[in-house]
């Protein structure tokens, strides 16, 4: 099944990334409440380009 795509999000608490797929448990993990729309000018999430790349 394809990896289900979502608008950008980011938290400022983190390692300065953002994520884009449901299925990143990195992104996950944030809490909603701390979620912020876009990318914030940061890079894609480890996990994120690994879901990307279809591993």
Same mark, same amino acid.
């Given at each position: ?7 950008? &999000?980011?938290?400022?608490? /983190?390692? /300065?990334? &953002?994520? !884009? &797929?449901? /299925? ?5 993990? !944030?809490?909603?409440?701390? +979620?912020? $729309?876009?990318?914030?000018? &940061? +890079?894609?999430? $480890? +996990?994120?380009?690994? !879901?990307?790349?279809?591993?």
């Amino acid at each position: 099944m394809k990896p289900k795509k979502v608008k950008p &999000y980011h938290t400022d608490e /983190e390692t /300065e990334v &953002y994520h !884009i &797929y449901k /299925e990143c448990t990195v992104g996950n993990n !944030i809490e909603k409440e701390n +979620r912020q $729309k876009g990318t914030g000018g &940061y +890079r894609p999430c $480890k +996990r994120c380009k690994e !879901i990307q790349k279809g591993k």
